[in-house]
């Protein structure tokens, strides 16, 4: 079974531009979670979705968004980048239903000058 | 508000040795415990989710405890290799589709 995807792997933007981030999840998985990983704060949880809905949302200001398809994947958009969201980001995938495993994509890494 | 907490920061071993790496919760309330592997630059990798009513899992060479009493975890490597030279990150999680809250890590480098 192939595993978490994410695209692109690897990201330059500058200053007040918007960026795109995509990730298909394992087949089957109807649960996305989002993070972003900075060497300051570690690992912080931005928004979860289950079947097309948000069902959990971070601490992240507005400029944080997300969506999730019919077919699971999901994509998170950063509008008017600021030098502070150079970080990995990363996605994980479960069912979303239960105590279980969650399985964790390579991440894309966003540089922000 | 759910802190975790881990100690040491860094952690250099020979290889062959037994080792211990703990992982604290202020929140006893949670849902379950996972610990992950993450190498440099790299995504996560899930070695041992212990659920809220069990006390410990193990795979391989790995152990993982739970005290949800006393706010704690543990994570045992046995016969540690360099193989294992990775960062160790646990996270817990109240419920089903919330947040998985981690803790920054412990670094571990075996020598061989």
């Known amino acids: 079974k192939a595993g978490v995807t994410q695209t692109p792997r690897y990201l330059i933007k500058t200053r007040g531009q918007q960026v795109t981030l995509s990730c298909s999840p394992i087949?089957?998985?109807?649960?996305v979670s989002w993070y972003q990983q900075t060497p300051g704060q570690g690992l912080q949880f931005l928004f979860e979705y289950f079947s097309e809905t948000q069902r959990n949302k971070g601490n992240f200001p507005g400029r944080f968004s997300g969506r999730q398809f019919s077919n699971s994947r999901s994509e998170m958009n950063v509008s008017t980048l600021e030098l502070g969201d150079s970080a990995l980001y990363l996605c994980?995938?479960?069912?979303?239903?239960?105590?279980?495993?969650?399985?964790f994509g390579p991440g894309t890494r966003l540089l922000v000058l | 508000k759910q802190e975790v907490t881990q100690i040491p920061a860094a952690l250099s071993v020979p290889e062959g040795e037994n080792l211990v790496l703990n992982c604290s919760f202020t929140?006893?309330?949670?849902?379950?415990l996972q610990w992950f592997r993450q190498d440099p630059g790299k995504g996560l990798t899930s070695l041992l989710l212990i659920q809220s009513s069990q006390r410990e899992q193990t795979s391989g060479r790995l152990n993982a405890s739970l005290d949800k009493s006393s706010g704690r975890s543990t994570l045992y490597i046995a016969a540690s290799q360099p193989g294992d030279s990775a960062t160790y990150l646990c996270a817990t999680e109240r419920q089903a589709g919330t947040a998985l809250i981690f803790g920054k890590g412990t670094t571990l480098s075996v020598s061989s």
């Open positions: 087949s089957g998985h109807r649960s």
């Open positions: 929140d006893s309330a949670i849902y379950n």
């Open positions: 994980a995938s479960s069912l979303g239903q239960g105590p279980e495993t969650q399985y």
